[in-house]
């Protein structure tokens, strides 16, 4: 499991976020992945692209975990 901080932000977008820890090669195949319900917050699927990611919250895209901390 990787960890990824978001110091000094309340949160980031799943869709950044994706992008960010490189997961996805770029914020457009992030959301269309999110829209088909590949990505798990917190073992639910989320299809909301933007959805806020806070630090504590676990994400999980093919078969790799990103925990977010502050």
């Known amino acids: 499991m ?20 490189n997961l996805t090669a770029s914020g457009g195949e992030a959301k269309h992945l999110i829209a088909e319900g590949k990505v798990q917050v917190d073992g639910a699927v989320e299809t909301r692209k933007r959805c806020k990611i806070r630090a504590g919250q676990l994400v999980e895209f093919q078969g790799q975990k990103v925990r977010v901390t502050a």
């Open 2 to 21: 990787r960890e990824f901080s978001i110091s000094g932000h309340d949160f980031i977008p799943l869709c950044d976020l994706l992008k960010a820890a």
